[in-house]
């Protein structure tokens, strides 16, 4: 299995930004379609943004479109989150998820591979 590793993660205030890495191990990029999820204290655990395994397909959840963005670094094997005016919702732990779909799925037992995940906090 691929072995996923996020960073990045860390406090600002509302309006401000922070950009997520989640660097893989063990296997190639072009195996897998990649995803980024959110958890917040006591909500399930929900789809933010995918990108397909050519790179070349994006998917972002309704909540987060037009403020994050993501992409990935193929040399280095690490997809990447830009997260912009974020806000007291947007606080959760962010969690890089991988697995071998055709397509991008923003279901979340659907992904077998995980990183540990990373806090984002947004207040004052």
């Known amino acids: 299995q691929v072995h996923l590793v996020e960073s990045g993660g860390g406090w600002v205030q509302p309006g401000g930004s922070l950009r997520l890495s989640c660097a893989a191990s063990g296997g190639f990029w072009f195996e897998y379609t990649m995803a980024w999820f959110r958890q917040a204290l006591g909500k399930e655990r929900g789809f933010v943004a995918g990108l397909s395994k050519n790179g070349g397909v994006t998917v972002y959840a309704d909540s987060v479109k037009g403020r994050f963005t993501v992409d990935r670094e193929n040399a280095k094997n690490t997809v990447y989150q830009q997260m912009n005016n974020l806000g007291t919702q947007d606080t959760a732990v962010y969690y890089c998820?991988?697995?071998?779909?055709?397509?991008?799925?923003?279901?979340?037992?659907?992904?077998?591979?995980w990183g540990q995940g990373t806090q984002v906090t947004v207040s004052l």
């Open positions: 998820a991988a697995d071998k779909h055709p397509i991008i799925v923003k279901v979340a037992d659907r992904y077998a591979n």
